[in-house]
């Protein structure tokens, strides 16, 4: 199982956001990060706790290990506005947490 | 590129069979992907539904027990779901993706939503 906190963060553009994410046991550093935009498909941010995907900008980095880890983005953009999913893909079935929506302050 | 394009019906009846395929273009089924579907109930989170590698091997998820079958085919270079007897919980987007070999998904289709109503 897999958690996010907090659900809702509320951000000013250019600010820092910490986004967490907790797995009641281990997932070693199997572990993803996506970003899905309203009406949209996910896509893919981070895989393997800390490895951006193609194309993806610096400010987007991810850590932790084990069972806790962590998104941060380190200086907000407009179309970072979205809700942020992780998943743990170390033990079938593959599990997604419930999310957490960054929002415009 | 790679791109993934779904296709299916929007509406099926209660205890009906749903069936989606995405056909992958400007790459192969045959690669070292695993091919996935994950659903997205209306307003909810993501789950992940299962997965076939290209020798048939497949990963699905318990909680949908018998009712799930992952196919793929390689002569059309396309891999399907169906998932049979359904109810009103089953409704959502359906996304098609592939999977990297180390299971994080780099690539999804554009979703197919799907209304379980009669």
């Known amino acids: 199982v897999m958690t996010q906190s907090p659900a809702t963060l509320s951000v000013s553009p250019g600010d820092r956001a910490t986004l967490s994410c907790r797995a009641n046991e281990t997932v070693r550093n199997y572990l993803a990060w996506y970003q899905q935009r309203p009406g949209q498909a996910p896509s893919l941010l981070i895989y393997?706790?800390?490895t951006r995907a193609t194309g993806i900008p610096a400010r987007f980095s991810g850590s932790g290990s084990g069972t806790e880890f962590s998104l941060t983005i380190s200086s907000l953009q407009s179309e970072d506005f979205a809700v942020y999913f992780c998943q743990q893909y170390n033990n079938w079935p593959y599990t997604f947490g419930p999310g957490t929506t960054v929002d415009i302050k | 590129q790679v791109q993934l394009h779904q296709s299916g019906p929007g509406l099926v009846k209660p205890s009906g069979t749903l069936s989606l395929t995405c056909a992958v273009s400007g790459g192969s089924v045959s690669s070292v992907n695993w091919w996935t579907w994950v659903r997205q109930a209306p307003g909810k989170g993501l789950e992940w539904i299962g997965e076939?590698?290209?020798?048939?091997?497949?990963n699905d998820n318990p909680s949908l027990k018998s009712r799930l079958t992952i196919s793929l085919d390689q002569s059309t270079n396309q891999f399907s779901l169906t998932l049979t007897s359904l109810s009103v919980a089953d409704s959502g987007v359906y996304f098609c993706?592939?999977?990297?070999?180390?299971?994080?998904?780099?690539?999804w289709g554009r979703g197919t939503l799907v209304t379980v109503s009669s």
């Open positions: 393997d706790t800390s």
């Open positions: 076939i590698y290209h020798n048939g091997a497949v």
């Open positions: 993706a592939r999977g990297r070999a180390a299971g994080a998904i780099d690539l």
